[in-house]
């Protein structure tokens, strides 16, 4: 089973910031929180990923509660290609190591 | 940006035939793996691939499948005896060290 928590849907307007939140309180030292996206039966799309720290790429940033418990996925300017099911996934540090894919959030971007 | 190549996009094949779904990863990745994903439902882990060899298989990955790298390119998922329950978008991704690339997806269908 998902070691994951998420909200099955959230709207947001376009333009404006999307935060999706994700509850993953039994996470394990080694585990990373990863989080991926799956626009319409698309294959998922890798967002960004991180240990404890706060992270940022080209498409969001990541912020990570102290105590690892939860994290935020941040989109800072949603756009209606942004609308995708967005999956919030721990996985260990292990190289092999599988993904285990729950019902992620729903992200609805309306103009 | 390098891909990960499926093909076909779609198959249709009846009931007890075998398919071979293809995949072509990231040249310098090394962790290989299958999903699915039965229509309406969650994104599925199937097997991983490492070193010329299944590093972890799930309980769907029975002995009507099996993966091969026939060609050190090509990575490929054999259905000996489909059956109806096996109609799914089958994911095949690939790894370096962090985050998967998913390919697009073969779309098959049993009838």
């Known amino acids: 089973d998902a070691k994951t928590t998420q909200p099955p849907s959230m709207d947001c307007a376009e333009g404006r910031a999307a935060n999706l939140p994700c509850n993953h309180s039994?996470?394990?030292?080694?585990?990373?929180v990863y989080w991926y996206r799956q626009i319409h039966s698309q294959g998922p799309q890798y967002i960004i990923h991180?240990?404890?720290n706060n992270e940022t790429n080209e498409m969001a940033s990541l912020i990570i509660t102290e105590d690892r418990k939860s994290s935020t996925l941040i989109l800072p300017h949603a756009t209606l290609r942004d609308t995708a099911v967005y999956y919030c996934?721990?996985?260990?540090?292990?190289?092999?190591?599988?993904?285990?894919f729950g019902t992620g959030t729903r992200l609805q971007v309306f103009p | 940006e390098p891909e990960v190549t499926q093909t076909p996009s779609h198959q249709v094949t009846q009931m007890g035939q075998e398919v071979i779904l293809r995949c072509v990863p990231i040249?310098?990745?090394?962790?290989f793996y299958w999903y699915r994903q039965i229509l309406g439902q969650k994104v599925e882990f199937l097997v991983s691939?490492?070193?010329?060899?299944?590093?972890?298989k799930s309980e769907i990955f029975d002995d009507q499948f099996s993966v091969e790298r026939p060609d050190g390119s090509n990575f490929t998922l054999k259905i000996r005896s489909t059956k109806l329950e096996d109609s799914a978008m089958y994911f095949c991704?690939?790894?370096?060290?962090?985050?998967?690339?998913f390919g697009s997806g073969t779309r098959l269908t049993v009838v």
């Open positions: 039994t996470i394990s030292g080694n585990e990373y």
């Open positions: 991704a690939s790894k370096q060290l962090y985050g998967y690339t």
């Open positions: 691939f490492y070193n010329n060899e299944i590093s972890e």
């Open positions: 991180g240990l404890k």
């Open positions: 996934i721990v996985s260990s540090s292990y190289n092999t190591d599988k993904l285990i």
């Open positions: 040249s310098n990745h090394l962790y």
